[in-house]
């Protein structure tokens, strides 16, 4: 019966399409670990995923030694190609002997990074990929020394620069852990504070207005449920061209809920699906717990910044 449902929950998008999956925030072991267990079981049953992007917060807390064994082993599970990137609960923090958890220095957070990239066997913590006639830029939150949660380090700026000017007239899309400034807007404060989104912000603003092939950029940090009012929402476009996905995490708890509250938990795990057509990618968002796709919340995204639902 299992094997019927996931048959039936498979898509029939046609042979010209990339399919890449798009997870936020597995905080392992976190939450919820048989469901996140599920969700990978759902994507290896599906035959047309080439791969599988994380965007970042793979640990749960500071990312001890003990996160990062949970994390690979759980990873260990899925039969696609890994495309993770680091988030601020694997490389920004420290515990103190009393127990309580700080921001770590820039000595630490590099050996954090480097665990990170050991433990998912990166030879670069930032990577390109061309997937399909898409450049994909894997970024890593690297900034060692940011005061902010999720920050790209001038080395990395200097990267997207070159990687964007290489490929000029490849469309392109950006996966980093938090949301360019912005994309939310909710009425909760935390939505838009520094470290809630993207940074150095004014930088990015700069880069994506040079270089207009890139109009996607998905991000998670934020724990966004699709019953968000702006999960879906006219204000994801920033600057009238660059379309940010805004991806669930999936550790069942929510800081930016439908009623705007701090912290709501809940019971749900979603994964973004992005279908890679030659002239449109095609979002989709599935439902893990009930094992199906949830379609009013479909956008089709041009690299003219055009989006239709279907």
Partial sequence: MRALLLLLALPCWGQDAERLVVLADPHLPGRNLELKRKALEDINAWEDVEGVAVLGDLCNDVGSPEEYTAAKEFFSRLKKPLYPI????????????????????????????????????????????????????????????????AAISSGTLAWMEAELSREKDAPAMVFFHAPLKGT????????????????????????????????????????????????????????????????????GRSYLDSKHKETTDHDGLWSNSLFLYPDKVVVKTFDHRRGAWLDKLTRELRPSGKVQAR
């Fill in 86 to 149: 680091p988030g601020n609960h694997d490389i920004v923090y420290r515990r103190l002997p009393d127990g309580k958890k700080e921001k770590a220095g820039p000595a630490e957070r590099a050996a954090l990074l480097e665990r990170f990239q050991e433990t998912f066997n990166l030879p670069d913590a930032r990577y390109s990929r061309k997937l399909g006639p898409y450049l994909a830029l894997f970024v890593p939150n690297d900034d060692l020394e940011s005061p902010y949660l």
């Fill in 184 to 251: 939310l807007r909710s009425r909760n404060a935390a939505a838009e504070k520094d470290s809630f989104v993207a940074q150095p912000a004014e930088t990015l603003r700069a880069l994506l207005k040079k270089h207009p092939q890139v109009f996607l950029w998905a991000s998670g940090h934020t724990h966004v449920a699709p019953s968000n009012a702006r999960f879906k929402h006219a204000v994801n476009l920033y600057d009238g061209r660059v379309w940010n996905i805004h991806n669930p995490d999936m550790d």
